[in-house]
């Protein structure tokens, strides 16, 4: 299985910083990466796929890069709903994997 | 709009069969693929697999000997059994439809979920 580590694990933030967050997948999945955001007692939700594309609907706010192993998720500046836990997934071949997850927590 | 909702028990004896159902409302089974995952304190967000509407299948490895994933179109149904579940099976399980997105090539996203339903195994 492809093992995805997110770093890091979480992070403190305030309103209107530029936070990233990295995933780095154990061997090259080219761009089969998505991000999503999960909030407590909610499912996730899908931000970005094949790397770098938003999924309709979501702020312009959030963007994606990379590529092969390594890559990162970026909010230009963080909103009072955004502080959430998001995770990469791999869609490169089945088992999909998952990382650990970064919580983004309020400063 | 594509809304999804699991149902089953919330509590599951040890060594027995662990059963969910997801009705899916408002859009077709056709072409997508529907898959489960699960997310425990302990494993984080798990694949379990998921079944075409069609009919075919594919499971995680890691429970491909306890698990099967069936669809039924005219119910607007797809179902999860897990058999000999252990404590490890406690979880939070999410029903989520699979779709591929793309232009030139295809990427495969979980775009639709579930609300999500707790299952504790438990004597």
């Known amino acids: 299985d492809i093992q995805m580590t997110q770093s890091p694990s979480s992070l403190s933030a305030s309103v209107g910083d530029r936070v990233t967050i990295t995933c780095r997948a154990s061997?090259?999945?080219?761009?089969?990466l998505n991000w999503y955001q999960q909030k407590p007692g909610k499912a996730p939700k899908l931000l970005i796929y094949a790397a770098s594309s938003l999924q309709s609907g979501v702020p312009s706010r959030f963007s994606g890069s990379g590529s092969g192993t390594d890559f990162a998720l970026t909010i230009s500046s963080l909103q009072p709903e955004d502080f959430a836990t998001y995770y990469c997934?791999?869609?490169?071949?089945?088992?999909?994997?998952f990382g650990q997850g970064t919580t983004v927590e309020v400063k | 709009q594509v809304q999804l909702e699991e149902s089953g028990p919330g509590l599951v004896k040890p060594s027995e069969t662990l059963s969910l159902t997801c009705t899916v409302s408002?859009?077709?089974?056709?072409?997508?693929?529907w898959s489960w995952i699960r997310q425990s304190p302990g494993k984080g967000l798990e694949y379990i697999g998921y079944?075409?509407?069609?009919?075919?299948?594919d499971y995680n490895p890691s429970l491909r000997s306890r698990v099967t994933i069936s669809i039924d179109t005219a119910k607007n149904q797809f179902s999860l059994r897990l058999s000999s579940v252990t404590a490890a099976d406690t979880a939070a399980y999410y029903c989520a439809r699979v779709i591929w997105l793309g232009e030139v090539i295809y990427y495969y996203v979980l775009d639709v979920w579930g609300q999500g339903t707790t299952v504790i195994v438990s004597s």
């Open positions: 079944v075409s509407h069609s009919g075919s299948s």
């Open positions: 997934q791999d869609s490169y071949i089945t088992p999909w994997t």
């Open positions: 408002g859009g077709s089974f056709s072409p997508h693929y």
């Open positions: 061997q090259s999945i080219n761009r089969y």
